[in-house]
């Protein structure tokens, strides 16, 4: 079955950008969304369809999708980014709905 | 505004069944994809189950048959009747509505409840 595979953890200094990496066979053919979870919080979605942005998420906030990877890129990172994030897709072959198993981002 | 509320968690045995709830406001429960999704104490995201507008219903793998999604529409909720409950059942439960995708089908989970936590334990 179709396996989503984070990175458990990515560390980045204030003010800096902190790249996630979401690994899956041709992932590019799929949409990919992102969420946010801070501690005691339910997820929300930070990027949907690869790389769109809600309103009220900021800018700095971006992602991509091609080949086997899909990426969340957090630019000018500060305490406040500070979360689990997981990204997601439909495998519409078996109308399952996968989570990869989440990366904790830490301000250092 | 779009507004869900879980209810119903608490500690269940092995073995036992259980159900819990979603009221839903701000939308109407019938006219969109909703699904629950979990998440064991320190661990991550896992789908659970989906249902479509249009009634058709979906269910993960670890699942074999023991749960089941529904609605009613005249109280606008959504339910996960639970049963033959295991310890590793163990979760809090997010109720979720589910966008319609722009390329048709359901989307992204856009709006969540805060969770009820259901415990499997003797």
């Known amino acids: 079955s179709f396996v989503l595979t984070q990175p458990p953890s990515v560390s980045v200094a204030p003010g800096k950008t902190a790249t996630i990496t979401c690994e899956g066979i041709?992932?590019?053919?799929?949409?990919v969304h992102w969420y946010q979870q801070k501690p005691g919080q339910a997820p929300v979605v930070v990027i949907y369809?690869?790389?769109d942005r809600p309103s009220g998420i900021p800018e700095r906030f971006s992602g991509s999708n091609f080949g086997d990877t899909a990426t969340l890129t957090v630019s000018r990172v500060d305490a406040g980014d500070e979360a689990d994030y997981y990204c997601?897709?439909?495998?519409?072959?078996?109308?399952?709905?996968?989570f990869g198993g989440g990366t904790r981002l830490t301000v250092v | 505004d779009v507004q869900l509320v879980e209810s119903g968690g608490g500690l269940i045995q092995p073995g036992g069944s259980h159900k819990i709830s979603c009221e839903a406001s701000g939308f109407t429960v019938r006219n969109n994809y909703m699904s629950w999704v979990r998440q064991a104490p320190g661990k991550g995201l896992e789908w659970v189950s989906i249902?479509?507008?249009?009634?058709?219903?979906f269910y993960a793998d670890f699942v074999e048959g023991r749960f089941t999604i529904s609605r009613d529409s005249s109280k606008n909720t959504l339910f996960l009747q639970m049963n033959s409950l295991r310890a590793e059942d163990t979760a809090m439960y997010y109720c979720?509505?589910?966008?319609?995708?722009?390329?048709?089908?359901?989307?992204?989970?856009?709006?969540w409840g805060q969770g009820t936590l259901v415990t499997v334990s003797s």
């Open positions: 997601q897709v439909w495998d519409s072959s078996r109308d399952l709905w996968l």
């Open positions: 979720t509505r589910v966008s319609p995708s722009r390329y048709g089908g359901p989307g992204e989970f856009a709006q």
């Open positions: 041709n992932i590019g053919s799929k949409s």
């Open positions: 369809y690869d790389s």
């Open positions: 249902i479509y507008s249009g009634g058709m219903t």
